[in-house]
């Protein structure tokens, strides 16, 4: 069976997808996770500390993601072109991800601070959530250098493969902000082996 905690972002984040953040309402979170309502409050202390926790779940799923792709078959190349397409197809298919990498949130999504908040909650895991959120520039910074650790590289930031690894990154962002015409997905991975192709990394 799923934890209370899991159960509540997953029905939050079902919540979002069909109605604004300011619509969603506490009692039909806890209503369809099938927990009650003291047990929401108890995990996340407020509707703001509920938003929060969702937002960083998607945040640590998105760099998950990111692990997943660098730990694919194939070389250098082949890596960060599974990591662009991942940052597109995440951003496409999860608001709340897209936001985060773009700074774009909208009215229908939190309006949070990423700022860090007080948090006396005794939940490890609401404590972690209360903490800062991270800008679009640091989702950035940590993507290149999980590429970078994968791939190797020196010095600050990783030297040339750093800079390679946060091009990569920005360029899948800029078909998410200006999606690729023909191809989709395909288009993205041809973008990505070209740019890589003429700085070497063939």
């Given at each position: 069976?799923?934890?209370?905690?899991?159960?509540?972002?997953?029905?939050?984040?079902?919540?979002?997808?069909?109605?604004?953040?300011?619509?969603?309402?506490?009692?039909?979170?806890?209503?369809?996770?099938g927990?009650?309502?003291?047990?929401?409050?108890?995990?996340?202390?407020?509707?703001?500390g509920?938003?929060?926790?969702?937002?960083?779940?998607?945040?640590?799923?998105?760099?998950?993601?990111?692990?997943?792709?660098?730990?694919?078959?194939?070389?250098?190349?082949?890596?960060?072109?599974?990591?662009?397409?991942?940052?597109?197809?995440?951003?496409?298919?999860?608001?709340?991800?897209?936001?985060?990498?773009?700074?774009?949130?909208?009215?229908?999504?939190?309006?949070?601070?990423?700022?860090?908040?007080?948090?006396?909650?005794?939940?490890?895991?609401?404590?972690?959530?209360?903490?800062?959120?991270?800008?679009?520039?640091?989702?950035?910074?940590?993507?290149?250098?999980?590429?970078?650790?994968v791939?190797?590289?020196?010095?600050?930031?990783?030297?040339?493969?750093?800079?390679?690894?946060?091009?990569?990154?920005?360029?899948?962002?800029?078909?998410?902000?200006?999606?690729?015409?023909?191809?989709?997905?395909?288009?993205v991975?041809?973008?990505?082996?070209?740019?890589?192709?003429?700085?070497?990394?063939?």
């Amino acid at each position: 069976m799923m934890p209370a905690r899991e159960s509540l972002l997953d029905a939050a984040y079902a919540a979002v997808a069909r109605r604004p953040w300011a619509a969603v309402r506490m009692v039909d979170v806890a209503a369809t996770a099938g927990v009650s309502r003291q047990t929401l409050y108890n995990e996340f202390g407020s509707k703001e500390g509920l938003a929060r926790a969702l937002v960083r779940r998607e945040a640590d799923g998105y760099l998950a993601g990111v692990e997943r792709a660098l730990g694919v078959q194939g070389d250098a190349r082949e890596r960060l072109v599974a990591v662009a397409e991942w940052t597109v197809a995440a951003a496409r298919g999860n608001a709340v991800v897209r936001a985060l990498l773009t700074g774009c949130w909208g009215a229908r999504l939190p309006s949070l601070s990423l700022a860090a908040v007080a948090s006396s909650s005794a939940v490890p895991a609401q404590r972690r959530a209360d903490g800062a959120l991270p800008s679009p520039g640091e989702l950035v910074r940590a993507v290149r250098d999980r590429a970078v650790a994968v791939l190797g590289g020196g010095g600050g930031g990783g030297g040339e493969v750093g800079l390679i690894c946060e091009v990569v990154v920005r360029l899948a962002l800029s078909c998410v902000a200006a999606p690729p015409g023909e191809g989709g997905g395909g288009a993205v991975a041809e973008l990505v082996r070209g740019a890589l192709y003429r700085q070497g990394l063939a």
